[in-house]
């Protein structure tokens, strides 16, 4: 079976994540707030991304493996997975998560 591609905004989704991930290490914002790009390219960003996209994918499939597992007991959708989220929150993010 093929899955369909994902749409651009699911990836900007992913992406953001990983940027906020990313974003929460003060060592690896240290470097990117004091040193230039190329710099950066050479430090702890480039060295912190594939472990940042291993956990966050590891953390998506156990919220999806558990959601499933409570499909019987609840009807549709996990309400319960979405009963914290605060919508409201969401209003001014940027791209990269960032309040505006």
Not at 17 to 26: H, L, M
Not at 73 to 92: L, N
Request: proline share 6%; charged share 20%.
């Amino acid at each position: 079976m093929r899955l369909p591609p994902l749409s651009d905004e699911d990836q900007l989704q992913f992406l953001t994540g990983i940027a906020n991930r990313i974003s929460r290490q003060e060592d690896v914002m240290a470097q990117v707030s004091n040193h230039s790009v190329e710099q950066v390219l050479h430090g702890l960003f480039p060295e912190r991304v594939p472990g940042t996209l291993l956990d966050a994918m590891t953390d998506h499939a156990k919220t999806v493996a558990g959601s499933v597992g409570q499909r019987d007991q609840e009807p549709g959708v996990c309400v319960g997975d979405f009963e914290d989220a605060d919508p409201a929150g969401w209003a001014g993010q940027t791209s990269i998560g960032a309040a505006v």
